[in-house]
């Protein structure tokens, strides 16, 4: 509400070309604030006001803008204003956005960047998606070992402008090898010991990672030694570029959306939702709804093939939806808790017999217990007891069958190299729908003869 009410007042300053006062505008409050302010403006408009913000602070308040106003913005605002705002925005930044605009105007936009920036972002472009070295920022806090702590201060003052983050300084040799690492509060602490070196402070025990890293591997390194960014380095171990922990959230963000949206048997969205085209939803879905559609044709087929049986024994077709829910529930569980895990990194491949073994024992505590809740109707169904525990004695084996291969296939599909999340629900409770079938049918041929 009180976003709507200032906006008449802001058009007015647009209106008079009131520089002073939109500059105020602009610095007076935090830079969310000041793009939350601007909604309710067109396009246009609020370009025209964050061009009374030094460059700084306008690529600050850019920042904050939805993800669809900044790439209208890049697309048709004045070129060489668009230039000098991609100069102020990480390299990493301006990377992702370019990528969601037209290739001849992106090329036309390079053209006014200065170069060293524009070689920054070329470079960053050149990394495959979704590995270190596409979601890093060429702009870190890198001093020579020799300086002095004195002389480190100065160099940081002036770089500190143009730094994304400074929370880490990194250690450079004069042929740009990383040498190691110290924070903030480590140089500071040292003030009162001017002349000591940045190699007597620095520790030396440095994580890294590689340009051609996975980039989910990336999060779960940063997870694990509780970092608040990390050193990309090549082979020879040159300085490239670090990974801060923004960063490092959204990429956990993008790939706990990717795994929800298999899990849900979707292939994953390039886009937003709100965002994605209509027919790529339905193809996108539609695509993994027939095959799932081919496997419960082959569950109609199962039931074709022991028409017999049910015929011979007609209320064994009552307790068919208990049978496969059993089954599939307890494999969609088993196959859900799993790929969270492996995506956590809490369990690898390598764990398979510890990951088998736990699932089987818990599908056995879980089929005794449906078992038990079965029984009873089983009895009032079934024309005698003998015959009620064909229900029991199945659904201790489907929930049993369920575990394991909710546990074991994520575990295949990662040791083929493929998404375990692939494996989805859906998946895992078509095939044991098939299986409870067979076993039902098995169970009740034993004991009824």
């Not at 600050?60 to 204003?81: A, V």
């Not at 569950?299 to 015929?311: N, P, S």
Request: aromatic letters at 8%.
């Amino acid at each position: 509400m009180i976003n709507t009410l200032f906006l008449p007042e802001l058009r007015e300053m647009l209106a008079e070309g009131n520089a002073e006062e939109l500059s105020e505008f602009c610095t007076a409050l935090h830079p969310a604030r000041t793009a939350e302010f601007m909604e309710g403006l067109e396009r246009s408009e609020a370009w025209r006001v964050i061009q009374h913000a030094e460059q700084g602070l306008r690529a600050e308040i850019f920042s904050y803008f939805g993800h669809d106003r900044q790439l209208e913005m890049l697309e048709q605002e004045d070129e060489t204003q668009v230039a000098q705002l991609l100069n102020a925005i990480p390299a990493d930044d301006a990377v992702d956005l370019l990528s969601g605009i037209g290739e001849e105007r992106v090329k036309r936009l390079l053209s006014l960047v200065p170069t060293a920036d524009r070689r920054d972002i070329m470079r960053l472009q050149s990394f495959e998606e979704g590995t270190a070295g596409s979601i890093m920022t060429t702009e870190a806090a890198c001093i020579d070992e020799k300086l002095t702590v004195r002389e480190a201060l100065d160099q940081l003052s002036r770089q500190a402008e143009k730094l994304e983050t400074i929370y880490y300084i990194y250690v450079l040799d004069e042929t740009k090898h990383l040498r190691g690492v110290l924070s903030t509060r480590m140089l500071v602490s040292a003030i009162g010991k001017p002349d000591t070196t940045v190699g007597e402070l620095m520790d030396t025990d440095i994580v890294t990672v590689h340009p051609d890293d996975d980039q989910q591997q990336v999060a779960q390194i940063v997870a694990k030694y509780d970092l608040l960014a990390i050193p990309v380095v090549d082979e020879q171990r040159h300085m490239l570029g670090i990974i801060t922990h923004d960063d490092v959230i959204d990429v956990v963000l993008e790939e706990a959306t990717e795994d929800v949206q298999r899990i849900a048997a979707v292939d994953p969205l390039e886009d937003s939702y709100i965002r994605t085209a209509i027919l790529t939803l339905a193809w996108k879905r539609g695509m993994w709804l027939g095959i799932l559609f081919v496997g419960a044709l082959l569950t109609a087929f199962a039931l074709r093939y022991y028409e017999g049986d049910f015929e011979a024994y007609g209320w064994l077709v009552l307790f068919i939806p208990l049978v496969i829910g059993s089954g599939g529930n307890s494999g969609a569980q088993s196959s859900t808790l799993i790929i969270a895990a492996m995506a956590t990194g809490d369990v690898k491949v390598t764990d398979w017999f510890k990951i088998v073994t736990r699932e089987l024992a818990t599908g056995w505590l879980l089929g005794l217990f449906l078992a038990a809740l079965s029984f009873v109707p089983a009895v009032l169904l079934a024309p005698d007891q003998w015959a009620a525990l064909v229900v029991p004695a199945t659904i201790l084996l489907v929930v049993l069958c369920g575990t394991f291969s909710g546990s074991a296939l994520p575990l295949v599909f990662s040791r083929l190299g493929w998404d375990p999340a692939l494996m989805s629900n859906p998946f895992v409770a078509g095939i044991n729908d098939i299986l409870g079938i067979v076993i039902y049918v098995a169970i009740a041929r034993l004991i009824l003869g």
